[in-house]
């Protein structure tokens, strides 16, 4: 997964700096659908499996503010 990730991560920036390329230097219109396509691919794509990769062993109560977490918290500082 890891691997994916990066392999993913470098097609992102390569796709907003062939839009960002476009815009300047060919075509404003195409070149702002690239980098809002590589946009999307960030958010609905890339972002996602990003997260489940880094919260896939952890477990959320452990990252809650719940009573037993701020007693726990307030009892070290003493």
Known sequence: ?????RILFFCLLGI???????KE???YKDGE???????LFGAFVYL????????????????TLTDENM???SGKKK
């Open 16 to 22: 907003l700096g062939r839009g960002y390329y476009v």
């Open 33 to 39: 659908k690239i980098i809002g396509l590589g946009v």
């Open 71 to 73: 007693k726990k918290m």
């Open 1 to 5: 997964m890891k691997y994916i990730l």
């Open 48 to 63: 996602p499996l990003f997260l489940y990769h880094r919260w896939k062993d952890k477990n959320i109560a452990d990252y």
């Open 25 to 27: 230097l060919l075509d």
